[in-house]
T-cell receptor
Framework: GQQLNQSPQSMFIQEGEDVSMNCTSS?????WLWYKQDPGEGPVLLIA?????ELTSNGRLTAQFGITRKDSFLNISASIPSDVGIYFCAGRTGGTSYGKLTFGQGTILTVHP | DAGVTQSPTHLIKTRGQQVTLRCSPKSGHDTVSWYQQALGQGPQFIFQ???????QRGNFPDRFSGHQFPNYSSELNVNALLLGDSALYLCASSLRQIYTEAFFGQGTRLTVV
């Protein structure tokens, strides 16, 4: 089945540093999504990408949909303590598979003040 | 405007028992998806309901079944519980007609002992 490989698995950074994480797949996706999950909560959508090559920003977050449709990355600039959490990428093939998301394993982000 | 609400928040069951988890979608949403999130992993798609029918199903055994009611709320049933069914069960709702991205609930933490 489809699998998403997300890296790194965890990151420990200082407040103010920039962060990069990425997601790769053996299959093509038509949609890439990035979510953040805090302890005891469900994932919250950060950025949605719908076109190959698309670059989208949401405040200090920037994400790109890879041109091969098999990868995506997320950057966080000038990290702050509230960025702490688990970040997940998710892909969707679309069409009759509308709604079904395939998630990566997550990147655990720790920000030291 | 209430978001996606799930009940109960926590549940402990014994192996072999049956469990029912409940989900009320975000106001105005008509589609409900269920995900299983094992500890340290990303969510895995179980199935999706729209117009009271199961529309898509992930790689889960028949012990996992669901239902959607006319008011769009949904139930997830798991029979013959195994220790490996211990996980956070997430419900996500969306509006199919305009292909909105899904909003996730806070989840139900199921522990099987």
């Amino acid at each position: 089945g489809q699998q998403l490989n997300q890296s790194p698995q965890s990151m420990f950074i200082q407040e103010g540093e920039d962060v990069s994480m990425n997601c790769t797949s053996s299959s093509i996706f038509n949609t890439w999504l990035w979510y953040k999950q805090d302890p005891g909560e469900g994932p919250v959508l950060l950025i949605a990408l719908y076109k190959a090559g698309e670059l989208t920003s949401n405040g200090r977050l920037t994400a790109q949909f890879g041109i091969t449709r098999k990868d995506s990355f997320l950057n966080i600039s000038a990290s702050i303590p509230s960025d702490v959490g688990i970040y997940f990428c998710a892909g969707r093939t679309g069409g009759t598979s509308y709604g079904k998301l395939t998630f990566g394993q997550g990147t655990i982000l720790t920000v030291h003040p | 405007d209430a978001g996606v609400t799930q009940s109960p928040t926590h549940l402990i069951k014994t192996r072999g028992q049956q469990v029912t988890l409940r989900c009320s979608p975000k106001s105005g949403h008509d589609t409900v998806s269920w995900y299983q999130q094992a500890l340290g992993q990303g969510p895995q798609f179980i199935f999706q309901y729209y117009e009271e029918e199961e529309r898509q199903r992930g790689n889960f055994p028949d012990r996992f079944s669901g239902h959607q009611f006319p008011n769009y709320s949904s139930e997830l049933n798991v029979n013959a519980l195994l220790l490996g069914d211990s996980a956070l069960y997430l419900c996500a709702s969306s509006l199919r007609q305009i292909y909105t991205e899904a909003f996730f609930g806070q989840g139900t933490r199921l522990t099987v002992v």
